[in-house]
């Protein structure tokens, strides 16, 4: 399926590059505000109606941010973006564990994403010290010619860059992933029009299988993300996902600053400690107290702990001072977040 695609992409930007007067207008980007309290599934974002798409889907539609390079554009210019960012990675701090970060903000069409994605980087590039690296990988119309997309073709680019820089009996790979889930366990990747594949729980352990991770920490913050942990658990790996997998989880929307789960895992727990299963317990209990509050069905964060991931990360730790807390200021937000 994959390749099937990526062969019509390159029929289609082909066409485009011939034919360059097919090119339409953008206009504004228009998205519904749902309420606070909507549940992160696929289903909660969906795409603009098919019509304003316009040649297979490559040109832009109503939902193309206004003076934003092409969707052409943009996919063009992943290998330079994704080269940047790897090059752009601090050097490792020698003879000591360090944390390598790749931030995944799947959905386009919501801030809540970004703004996760973004924060984790800089929560752990400002609090953590030398041994913590970042790379973010999003999809939103603010970043387009600034930040790689969250892509499955990125993400396998983006480990098989860090695999080359990182000591892999020592260092630990982590993955906070971010978007809407649906209930087979697939993550939302979209930017529409752009043709991005959808990335499941087997897929997700398809692509870290392929590098030679011996230390990893995935974190999926998503609708039904407990589906996530069968397929990744195992030793070395610590797997935390926002909920059962036969239940949502909650706070995303136009309108919320941050996921129930990312604020209380991300925002207020990892500023009280650095140990990120501690960090879980504590955001678990959190989680559960706002639903709670809300009258709403309790999502039931889940932890994987694999043997021997907890030591590691506490050797981790044991390096560089913790920073102080790092205030969680959203741009797309623009104001302090709200009590989510």
């Not at 992409?9 to 066409?15: D, E, F, S, V, Y």
């Not at 040649?55 to 390079?69: I, K």
């Not at 996760?116 to 590039?125: D, P, Q, S, V």
């Amino acid at each position: 399926m994959r390749t099937l695609i990526t062969a019509l992409l390159a029929l289609a930007t082909g066409a485009a590059l011939t034919a360059t007067a097919l090119r339409t207008p953008t206009v504004a980007v228009a998205i519904p505000v749902p309420a606070s309290t909507t549940s992160a599934s696929a289903t909660a974002s969906a795409t603009p109606n098919a019509d304003t798409t316009t040649d297979g889907g490559l040109l832009p539609t109503d939902s193309w941010p206004r003076n934003a390079p092409s969707p052409e554009q943009v996919m063009y210019a992943q290998p330079r973006l994704m080269r940047q960012a790897l090059d752009g990675l601090a050097p490792r701090v020698p003879g000591v564990p360090n944390l390598y970060l790749v931030s995944f903000a799947g959905d386009g069409s919501e801030d809540v994403f970004r703004n996760e994605a973004e924060y984790a980087a800089t929560l752990f590039r400002h609090r953590y010290g030398a041994r913590a690296h970042t790379l973010v990988l999003e999809n939103n119309p603010a970043t387009l010619d600034s930040r790689p997309l969250a892509s499955w073709s990125n993400l396998e680019t983006a480990l098989t860059g860090l695999s080359k820089v990182m000591d892999p009996q020592q260092d630990i790979l982590m993955l906070y992933l971010t978007s809407h889930g649906d209930p087979e366990h697939t993550l939302l990747v979209d930017m529409d029009p752009l043709p991005l594949d959808q990335i499941g729980a087997p897929d997700l352990a398809g692509i870290l299988a392929e590098h030679p991770f011996k230390w990893k920490v995935v974190v999926v913050n998503a609708c039904y993300s407990g589906g996530f942990v069968p397929p990744l658990q195992g030793e070395g790996t610590l797997v935390i996902t926002a909920a059962r997998s036969d239940r949502s989880s909650f706070g995303c929307g136009n309108d919320s600053a941050a996921t129930y789960f990312g604020r209380a895992w991300l925002v207020d727990a990892l500023n009280r400690t650095a140990d990120p299963i501690a960090a879980f317990r504590q955001a678990h209990a959190e989680v559960a107290r706002w639903e709670q509050q809300d009258r709403l069905t309790p999502s039931e964060p889940q932890i994987s702990i694999g043997k021997g991931i907890a030591d590691q990360l506490a050797r981790w730790r044991r390096g560089d001072p913790v920073g102080p807390p790092v205030p969680f200021r959203p741009d797309a937000a623009g104001e302090a977040p709200a009590t989510r």
